[in-house]
């Protein structure tokens, strides 16, 4: 077997609403991320980075936001067509660790359903995937409340 690992990253702007969807979980607070799709910023990272790991390009490639069939998409919907496609190429995923960058609001409660909704995705053992959290510190777009960023790796095993 050969390893492959990938890199994901990306960001959502915080508007007026009343829940954050990171995860396929529906945090409440008083802020929604703007998006295309339903703009979970956590399945977007961690989606490419099974594409990144892959060898496939990334997620806007394929499922373009000027395409009106992926407007209020559910991200873990496409999440898991990633995995069917990842699959089929070969791939097996060892794991998957992500981190949101989110000033608020504290997702200790949220973790563990994110961590299963996630594993679920991905079709994998919640033991294969890791959920973190950590804020801006009050610095930049983050700390100033008008976003929320992620990062997430994947490592596959390919049967070269
Ligand atoms: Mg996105």
């Given at each position: 077997m050969s390893a492959r690992v990938g890199i994901g990253y990306d960001s959502h702007r915080l508007v007026d609403g009343d829940s954050l969807r990171l995860g396929g979980v529906d945090v409440p607070y008083d802020r929604s991320l703007d998006g295309?799709?339903?703009?979970?910023v956590l399945a977007h990272a961690v989606t490419d980075a099974l594409l990144g790991a892959a060898g496939m390009g990334d997620i806007g490639q394929h499922?373009?936001?000027?395409?009106?069939?992926?407007?209020?998409?559910?991200s873990m919907e496409l999440l898991g067509a990633v995995v069917v496609k990842v699959s089929a190429a070969g791939f097996a995923i060892v794991n998957v660790d992500c981190t949101l960058i989110l000033?608020?609001?504290?997702?200790g409660a949220h973790r563990d359903a994110m961590r299963a909704r996630l594993a679920s995705a991905l079709a994998v053992?919640?033991?294969r995937v890791n959920v973190k959290a950590t804020t801006g510190e009050g610095m930049g777009f983050v700390g100033r409340g008008e976003g929320v960023a992620a990062l997430a790796i994947a490592a596959l095993d390919h049967a070269d």
């Open positions: 295309h799709s339903d703009a979970d499922f373009p936001d000027s395409d009106a069939q992926w407007a209020g998409a559910d000033e608020a609001p504290k997702l053992n919640s033991a």
